[in-house]
């Protein structure tokens, strides 16, 4: 970095990935600074730098003290372990420490104390119990999918279209009173409780009564606006996974138009946009979806697109070029491996790459503050 691109960074101000610091005197103020970066998504925190970015420069004492109290920090003031880097650099005849903290791979951390910090924009704030769950997530140390299901009861799975499906499978066929038993050699159950990834492959329509979240928000908008009270159609779709994704499906197939491609008029016209390019992009979402993250997936239709967004932005670090490329990593490894059987999915990472090739009019946007992802499917046409 040069003195140019230096000034840049610190003309734009604090935010969520960087903070100046006019001075440091504290182990435990420090402490809380790498541990708020390490739980989002890493940043740099300057020093020697004021609040309204003006350079004020540290002497050779302030760097031997900040240098020790980094290493005071890091040894006794936080777990698990963070290994920031500092550097000094000049800016006009004036230094300033530079500590770049990596985003945490073994999130969550918190002070020894036990408090669990996190960046909000340029400030810090106490992470919730829901991004608690989730950072275990990311870290690998729980799984959404392995919650239990409180309230549900074995009533609440579909016995005949599991025990079908297990046959179908495994060419063996169980009887009802085996169910149980199967959940749990299959992870979709412990200790006699299925857990939420049974309940979302094999539960009956009922089962928004057992967790929240788990129905898919359908509506067929006139126009281009969101804001419009104007509607074609909707729908509120609940069920296992095989239900959601046939009558989500549905509801886009019969709400786009179909055109001739040259074929005789008395015949079914092609969707606008074909049908195996939905397919992926909808699995997408309600396979890698976050069920950390309260919320329902959402499927708009408007006069120029098509938006399907799925609660939770995409996991560990995962970014829109990743995904591109074929890049993936699985939220709900359980989940999909078993989708295959049941929908139209292959789980080899290809699906975004297939939808590109056969549609190039899709658009991602992934949210980190709000949580979602989000995928546009740009209709053909004039009204774009």
Not at 236 to 253: M, P, T, V, Y
Not at 308 to 332: E, Q, Y
Not at 353 to 369: G, M, Q, V
Not at 374 to 381: D, E, L, Q, S, V
Request: glycine residues 8%; contains cysteine; aromatic residues 10%.
């Amino acid at each position: 970095m040069n003195e140019s691109e230096f000034e840049i960074l610190i003309r734009g101000g604090e935010n969520t990935r960087l903070q100046f610091k006019k001075n440091l005197t504290n182990a435990n103020a420090l402490a809380l600074e790498l541990i708020a970066f390490s739980n989002s998504l890493g940043g740099q925190i300057i020093i020697g730098v004021d609040d309204e970015g003006d350079v004020i420069g540290l002497s050779g004492d302030d760097i031997s003290r900040i240098n020790q109290l980094l290493s005071n920090a890091a040894s006794e003031n936080y777990v698990p372990p963070i290994y920031p880097v500092s550097d000094i650099f000049e800016f006009e005849n004036k230094k300033v420490m530079i500590i770049k903290v990596p985003c945490g791979a073994n999130k969550p951390y918190a002070t020894k104390d036990g408090r669990f910090i996190t960046r909000s924009g340029a400030d810090k704030r106490m992470i919730s119990n829901d991004e608690m769950r989730r950072l275990f997530q990311e870290s690998g140390k729980l799984l959404a999918e392995e919650t239990p299901v409180k309230g549900g009861n074995w009533d609440d799975i579909d016995s005949e279209y599991f025990l079908e499906f297990y046959k179908n499978k495994y060419d063996e066929e169980l009887k009802k009173t085996d169910i149980p038993r199967a959940f749990e050699n299959l992870n979709l159950a412990s200790d006699g409780s299925f857990n939420l990834c049974g309940s979302y492959l094999f539960g009956k329509n009922n089962i928004p009564r057992l967790f929240i979240g788990n129905q898919i928000i359908c509506i067929s908008f006139f126009g281009k606006d969101l804001a419009g009270s104007d509607y074609r159609d909707s729908a509120n779709i609940d069920g296992n996974l095989k239900k959601l994704f046939e009558e989500g499906r549905a509801f886009i197939a019969r709400n786009i138009k179909r055109i001739q491609n040259g074929k005789n008029f008395n015949s079914v016209g092609d969707p606008e946009i074909p049908m195996p390019v939905i397919d992926e992009l909808f699995a997408n979402a309600l396979l890698h979806r976050d069920f950390f993250v309260s919320g329902n997936i959402r499927i708009g239709i408007f006069d120029d697109r098509i938006e399907i967004i799925s609660p939770g932005a995409l996991p560990n670090h995962l970014t829109i070029d990743n995904i591109k490329k074929g890049v993936s990593i699985k939220r709900n490894p359980t989940i999909c491996s078993f989708a295959s059987d049941i929908i139209p999915y292959r789980g080899i990472g290809s699906g975004i790459l297939r939808a590109l090739k056969i549609y190039p009019k899709i658009e991602f946007e992934n949210n980190t503050d709000i949580n979602f992802f989000k995928a546009t499917i740009y209709r053909p046409g004039d009204n774009i």
